[in-house]
């Protein structure tokens, strides 16, 4: 037997009478039930708001406050509301119990009782009440599940994406008409690799990484993925953006000014490799169980070869994306470069921005 079926169901007898309270604590007490007691209406409703109550017994003449009208609290109340009630009393008029069933009484017991009708019909209640207290346990452990499905579900896809997965959306595909790709290499972050130890490594780049997350988050771009020590980020996607090519050049020195103050655990200095590019792009999500919103097309990898054309430290814009930014930028002309799978390029190099 579990713990929780060795804890006695708790009773509450409501009744004017002494007698008629007595009668009914011997007879419960002596099957195993846990019983209290409340010599008027106004008493046992009090009780029943202020303790979790398996069944209740409630007369139905009281004084002041009877049991028709102790009846109608109990159900109007979310606290009270599915604590089965048996209506107990010496009336026999049928129109009087067939109210109170209509009013949400689980049964009626006449006096004076029969034990083994008192019994049964208790009995009856608890079971109901057990079968609703564990679908109410069964919704509250479904629901939680729901919510951590929800916050696992916005930790790999951008709230507007994970709407329509939870909407039951099966594909998701969209053509973005104009958006901007950047990748940001970590310079010689290999070699640095064979230098420090697995933990250091992998904390160094988890913190710079969550400083690049923080300030993706501020300008409303979109953090794709991260693949080793490359950063890869979006804006304009998932929703339009008004200054994509903008915010990401501005997030592109941030991240240069962020790197500027970390050295690695050996004390060299880290640097950016960037490159940026501007244009029209497919996103959508892949998979099943490891869902990922990714992008694909020309423009990302234009904005790859950007990048891997750049020298350490610089951010390496395409011509496309340099034309949209305005005068707070610096920008200096690079020159035609022979980008692999495009040919010659006029590319710039992005010096600050204000």
Not at 110 to 134: E, I, M, S, T, Y
Not at 145 to 172: M, N, S, W
Not at 194 to 201: I, K, Q
Request: hydrophobic letters at 45%; glycine letters at 8%; charged letters at 20%.
């Amino acid at each position: 037997m579990s713990a929780a079926a060795q804890v006695p169901a708790s009773i509450l007898v409501v009744d004017d009478t002494q007698d008629v309270r007595d009668v009914l604590c011997a007879r419960l007490a002596g099957h195993g039930y846990r019983v209290d007691t409340a010599p008027d209406g106004v008493v046992g409703l009090e009780k029943a708001r202020a303790a979790p109550y398996d069944v209740i017994l409630l007369d139905v003449m009281m004084p002041n406050l009877d049991g028709v009208a102790v009846l109608t609290a109990l159900k109007q109340d979310p606290v009270t509301r599915y604590i089965p009630v048996v209506m107990i009393s010496a009336d026999t008029d049928h129109a009087l119990v067939a109210r109170c069933i209509a009013l949400g009484a689980e049964d009626y017991l006449p006096k004076p009782f029969n034990g083994l009708l008192l019994r049964a019909r208790v009995g009856a209640c608890l079971v109901r009440k057990r079968w609703h207290d564990q679908e109410v346990r069964y919704l509250k452990l479904l629901e939680e599940e729901r919510r951590e499905a929800d916050r696992l579900l916005l930790h790999v896809l951008p709230p507007p994406i994970a709407d329509r997965v939870k909407r039951g959306e099966r594909i998701i595909a969209d053509r973005i008409p104009s958006a901007t790709v950047m990748f940001a290499d970590l310079v010689g972050f290999t070699v640095l690799a064979s230098r420090v130890s697995p933990g250091e490594l992998v904390a160094l780049l988890s913190d710079v990484f969550s400083a690049f997350d923080v300030l993706v988050d501020r300008h409303g771009l979109y953090k794709v993925k991260t693949v080793g020590d490359a950063y890869m980020v979006a804006g304009g996607v998932p929703l339009p953006h008004v200054d994509h090519a903008g915010s990401v050049a501005r997030l592109a020195v941030l991240m240069r000014d962020v790197l500027a103050g970390v050295s690695t655990p050996d004390q060299m200095p880290l640097q950016l490799r960037v490159g940026i590019h501007t244009g029209p792009l497919v996103a959508g999500v892949l998979g099943t169980v490891r869902m990922s919103y990714d992008v694909w097309g020309d423009t990302v990898n234009v904005a790859s070869r950007m990048c891997s054309l750049a020298s350490p430290g610089m951010i390496h814009l395409s011509d496309t994306t340099a034309q949209q930014l305005g005068s707070g930028f610096s920008v200096k002309l690079r020159g035609p470069m022979e980008v692999k799978g495009k040919g010659s390029m006029v590319t710039h190099i992005l010096e600050s921005a204000r």
